[in-house]
């Protein structure tokens, strides 16, 4: 089974607790704060792995952890780092975010990275919040979480030559006759339900062996989901050259040719500006060599290359490794498959805005970037981390604006995946 769309849920390690410890030694009655910080969350990476070419390995495995980092300890030791969880993905992996669709990443190139879950900060030790007027903090952070997330992976296979055409139109054969490639071959549509691979020898002179990608073939209405359209169009997205193959034993091969065209430009209309060439097939049946030279001249009138061929028979195939050879780069010049492969870096502003909205059940939600990161990493427990956290409330206006929306006393506040009870001047986490 070739798997070329799936889902998993990745989750970045949490950031360790600093310590909130102080100096025991000999002779030194009133050692200070010595509290290390814990250790950074482990990320969860992508990394392109050249060997593969399907989605296989995740048919079963769908959740990846990456791990935690270590607390803090006294002696401001830190916490040891958490450890990545590195996943192996094939060429051409295109990586969105499954909630919103926003893509995170497109990985084509060898060795190409991308940390698509971060770990979490680890909390400062309490040595950090040590002043001049404050030689005895007990205040210190917890970590922060991990980044949480689903994510659709979809392969779009890099191929030098992409074939494309109706049903039925002779694709697996012609990939049979120009490569050592075995695709299943029968005389009914639809005996390719997956695409085929193969590498091809251009001559004894020319040291290229481009890749052909079979690509099942296509019916009307192939843009919009009908038949397998949305499963396989966008394996000719990376090609560098397009292959149209038609019947020509079909009664109307100039409607076939229209089909395909039609499904491409709707798809993606930059597919029309590759190079491309049309192969009419099937040379050896009844009807196709009357139809040729009409075939031909409309080609010749739309400026596309053209080429009558007989995959069966394996007639004409050295006209269209010419026609390949001079559509495909050099030797030497840049290779890299289109479109190059691109991580989407977020910039994720920790400004001071935030919102407060009541929901549904009577809690009030307050949401910011700055005060949620602040809430995870505060432990209620701590009364002098509790008293930090309200006059950071203070300081960012968030007191203010509740007290404006008619906050009382027993009334719940959600920030983040905190929750906490409002008592006017002091806060308690909700177990």
């Not at 048919?59 to 006294?74: I, V």
């Not at 009908?226 to 091969?253: I, K, N, W, Y």
């Amino acid at each position: 089974m070739f798997l070329d769309r799936v889902k998993i849920w990745v989750k970045a390690g949490a950031g360790g607790d600093g310590a909130a410890t102080f100096r025991r030694e000999a002779h030194v009655p009133r050692g200070g704060p010595d509290g290390g910080d814990g250790g950074r969350g482990g990320s969860v990476v992508l990394r392109v792995d050249p060997g593969q070419t399907t989605l296989r390995d995740f048919r079963h495995a769908h959740h990846f952890r990456a791990g935690d980092g270590g607390r803090g300890e006294g002696a401001r030791r830190h916490g040891k780092a958490g450890t990545p969880r590195e996943i192996d993905v094939p060429p051409g992996t295109s990586v969105f975010d499954d909630e919103t669709g926003e893509l995170v990443a497109d990985l084509v190139a060898a060795g190409q990275t991308a940390v698509v879950a971060r770990g979490g900060r680890g909390g400062l030790g309490n040595v950090h919040f040590a002043t001049s007027t404050h030689r005895t903090p007990r205040h210190a952070q917890k970590g922060e979480p991990g980044v949480e997330r689903w994510l659709r992976l979809e392969l779009r296979l890099i191929a030098d030559v992409g074939l494309v055409g109706l049903p039925n139109a002779g694709k697996s054969t012609l990939l049979a006759a120009l490569t050592a490639a075995t695709p299943k071959i029968a005389p009914y549509p639809f005996t390719t339900l997956e695409p085929n691979l193969g590498v091809m020898d251009l001559g004894p002179d020319d040291e290229r062996r481009p890749t052909i990608a079979d690509v099942p073939g296509l019916i009307e209405g192939a843009s919009d989901g009908a038949g397998l359209g949305h499963a396989f169009l966008r394996h000719v997205e990376r090609t560098r050259v397009l292959v149209q193959v038609v019947d020509g034993s079909d009664p109307d091969p100039e409607w076939d040719h229209d089909v395909i065209r039609d499904e491409l430009d709707a798809h993606d209309p930059a597919l029309l500006e590759k190079p491309f060439i049309v192969v009419f097939n099937k040379m050896d049946l009844p009807g196709a060599a009357a139809r040729w030279p009409d075939f031909r001249d409309a080609r010749a009138a739309e400026g596309i290359a053209c080429v009558a061929v007989s995959a069966d028979r394996r007639t004409g195939l050295d006209d269209l490794r010419g026609l390949l050879a001079a559509a495909l780069p050099a030797a030497g010049e840049d290779t890299t498959p289109e479109p190059a492969g691109v991580v989407v870096h977020r910039l994720e502003a920790l400004g001071d805005g935030f919102t407060v909205e009541r929901e549904a059940d009577g809690a009030f939600r307050v949401a910011g970037r700055r005060i949620e990161r602040i809430a995870v990493q505060t432990d209620f427990t701590v009364e002098e981390s509790a008293q930090r956290f309200q006059r950071d409330l203070d300081r960012l206006g968030i007191d203010a604006a509740l007290r404006r929306e008619g906050i009382e006393p027993g009334d719940t506040v959600r920030i983040g995946s905190v929750e906490l009870e409002w008592r006017g001047d002091a806060w308690e986490e909700d177990e």
